[in-house]
């Protein structure tokens, strides 16, 4: 079984560019929720989607925007990239919306802005 | 965001020994806790996790401790082996059925063989 896969797992952008990360949940999972993990530091949520529908949103600009499709992957999208966005970018599924543990995570998009 | 925070940033142990991790939380209204683990160039795996309502769970070579009136949370780690090197986070959420995990800022164990 594939677990929660991310793509790219590296990229690089300059400032001011605009970037897209992928995220494909386990098969019948139907929430995604994403992830900042600045280097030495814990994650800190950014969304969560749950059938197509934002359901939670943490403390971050709008230059982060999101989406969730039909077949429940998901996108995230960073507007006007600045330095300090440079971070390890994590997807998490789950079958339901809410209760228990994000218990599976996939591997990260590590993205690095110069 | 919520503060949740660790006492130590690094811990080294021989293996074989038992590992103490330990972690400090803000939010007395905290209703759920977890513990993740992870490895470099990995994304956070689940370890364990424990409800406000009990103040011990137990899981394989793995048990939680809470501790609600001092607000804090340790992970024990029984006869520590050289795979559970990684860094170790607690996250919690102020309700169980609630989205938003908030999670500290880590402790990186390192097992001397």
């Known amino acids: 079984d594939a677990g929660v896969t991310q793509s790219p797992t590296h990229l690089i952008k300059t400032r001011g560019q605009h970037v897209t990360l992928r995220c494909s949940p386990i098969?019948?999972?139907?929430?995604v929720s994403w992830y900042q993990q600045v280097l030495g530091q814990g994650p800190q949520f950014i969304f969560q989607?749950?059938?197509?529908?934002?359901?939670g949103r943490g403390n971050f600009p709008d230059r982060f925007s999101a989406r969730q499709f039909p077949n429940y992957s998901s996108e995230l999208n960073v507007n006007a990239l600045l330095l300090g966005d440079s971070a390890l970018y994590l997807c998490?599924?789950?079958?339901?919306?809410?209760?228990?543990?994000?218990?599976?995570f996939g591997q990260g998009t590590r993205l690095t802005v110069v | 965001g919520e503060s949740v925070g660790l006492h130590l940033p690094t811990l080294s142990v021989q293996e074989g020994d038992n590992s103490i991790i330990n972690c400090a939380y803000s939010?007395?209204?905290?209703?759920?806790f977890i513990w993740y683990k992870q490895e470099s160039g990995k994304g956070p795996q689940f370890i364990i996790d424990?409800?406000?309502?009990?103040d011990k769970r137990q899981g394989q070579r793995v048990t939680v401790l809470l501790n609600k009136t001092v607000k804090h949370l340790s992970l024990q780690i029984a006869a520590t082996q050289p795979g559970d090197s990684a860094v170790y986070f607690c996250?919690?959420?102020?309700?169980?059925?609630?989205?938003?995990?908030?999670f500290g800022t880590g402790t990186s164990l390192t097992v001397i063989p």
């Open positions: 998490a599924s789950r079958a339901g919306m809410t209760g228990g543990p994000e218990a599976f």
């Open positions: 098969s019948g999972h139907k929430s």
């Open positions: 989607y749950y059938e197509k529908e934002e359901r």
């Open positions: 939010n007395s209204a905290s209703d759920y």
């Open positions: 424990i409800r406000s309502n009990m």
């Open positions: 996250a919690e959420k102020e309700d169980f059925t609630g989205n938003q995990f908030y």
